[in-house]
């Protein structure tokens, strides 16, 4: 696996940072040759081909701001974010689903990295300092408080979260939430907090959840998920005691799974089915890969 | 390196995270024997001792919120929220790089880990959707919009940073800021964004940086770096072609060193000088356990 697929990586766009501090190079990008990514509220527009679709910067609300996205060759991407947008689920919908089955990996990466963008600027119109108005700056990489006494600076969040596969004996731990579909079994997650290794995130994440300790914690991938604006910290891990107290706050479930299991539930996916054992996470989620991973180490 | 011992990591206080949506059981712990963490503005309050000084939640302002840090034994621990706090710098003052010389490795971690909620909440008193005042929740682990009609929820930041010695025929790539004492050449870094992987952000920071092309990332290690809320993914990666060309804008110089200059500078940084070619990071900074890995592997 030394160069995995992941999903909402490998955008073919040229983030060309220094453009977004140079006004001047920033204005004169914003041309009819400019490209507006076509979004429906958060959700992606697809073209009849199942390609992202781009208009041009007319296509933009007059009191939208606009999200420059990077360079496609000369060609300045921008993305618009609007004055309001439906509230919803931070997770992803059926469009989300759709457009990961059906786009090309650097296209998905796009409007990943564009959603992740556009709903944080949607959800910091005001200064969390001070309360005042933010305006949008650097391009979009940046919000700034408008009050004189404040001009507080906001960055987009990237939130770290770890997603695990511990091993014992031969088999791993994969817990059920209650939110996913039937038979779903997939790898534990959580949030990095304040003041923790991303080692230390994962073993306290599995005692909280599973009652199990965990020790050799190792990094295996990451991943961009834009829902809204996660990374996830893929990891492997031992145990040495499988004795297993679900947190039922947060799992309804949590079992040990032996390799046959994984490697059934790998191969009914790819048909849109549930193994015997249980059903995997699909090829975009990072769980698929991290599972496939420990299949094929063997 | 198989158990490094990383700055600002391996606090002895738990978490207990399930007691942060347990108002009742919250409360509870808030009694005579609880213990308040003290600090001076962001910066750690030491004892005659070189211990963090802690007092009881007598001592806390009245208009003062807490934060709930984690239980020490069967004693909450806390930090108070101060209705206002000296505008200052983010990166590390003398105090903390003074509590960094001389707190063991585990109250360091208490600090840290204090002082980046305790930040965080001084900048969040306001609703980034809506610009109402917010109020802590749960603990201190979220603080959530008082208007009736928003009510949204924010959580902490952890904001992650990659952090990477890039290495080309055995020699490695370090780059100094302007900011940095003299003669000092620490690894490049940059946030990862919205929509990157940390191996993409990795070879994005480093051609932005010095204009250098990477292939085969890996990660070694994480740190929390509560300056203000960092997770720094320190990484290794390697470059075909040394050619550099420093961006000016982030750093100063950036320049190829030798495995004998990085023993030489590590050596020396021990006694607080630098080495010959130049001065490395202080023990405290992943900078440093990065280039103490590279030289040990040989």
Redesign the interface.
């Known amino acids: 696996m030394s160069a995995p697929v ?1 999903a ?4 073919h766009i040229d ?1 060309a ?2 453009i977004r ?1 140079d006004p001047q190079g920033l204005a004169a990008l914003k041309t009819w040759q400019a490209r507006l990514l076509r979004l429906d509220g958060l959700d992606p527009a697809l073209t009849a081909e199942n390609m992202l679709e781009w208009g041009s910067l007319a296509d933009a609300a007059p009191d939208s701001e606009l999200v420059f996205l990077g360079l496609d060759g000369d060609r300045g991407c921008f993305a618009e974010v609007r004055t309001s947008y439906p509230s919803g689920s931070p997770h992803a919908g059926p469009a989300s689903w759709h457009a990961m089955a059906v786009l090309e990996a650097g296209e998905l ?2 409007y ?3 959603r ?2 556009v709903s ?1 600027h949607a ?12 305006a949008l700056a650097k391009g979009g ?1 940046q919000r700034t408080c408008v009050s004189e006494t404040c001009k ?1 600076e ?7 979260v770890t997603i695990m596969l511990v091993e014992h004996a031969g088999q791993i731990l994969l817990g059920r939430q209650p939110r996913f579909p039937v038979g779903r079994y997939s790898a534990l997650a959580g ?10 995130a994962v073993a ?1 994440e599995v005692f ?1 959840e599973a009652g199990v300790r965990v020790r050799d914690v190792t ?1 295996i ?4 998920w ?1 829902f809204p ?1 996660s ?1 996830m ?1 893929g990891c492997h891990a031992h145990a040495d005691d499988p004795a297993i107290t679900v ?1 039922i ?1 947060e799992l309804e479930d949590a079992r040990w799974f032996s390799r046959e299991d994984a490697i059934d539930a790998l191969e009914a996916v790819a048909h849109g089915e549930n193994g015997r054992a249980f059903g995997a996470p699909p090829p975009t989620a990072i769980a698929h890969l991290l599972l496939r991973w420990w299949v094929e180490r063997g």
Do not use: K, M
């Open positions: 992941i909402f990586s490998g955008s983030r940072d220094h501090n990466a796009t990943g990295g564009a992740s963008l944080w959800r910091h119109r005001f200064c969390a300092v001070c309360g005042s108005p933010t990489w507080a906001h960055f987009p969040r990237v939130d770290p949030f990095v907090e304040p003041g923790e290794t991303i080692e230390e306290r909280e990094y991938a990451s991943q961009p834009p604006s990374l910290l947190d706050t």
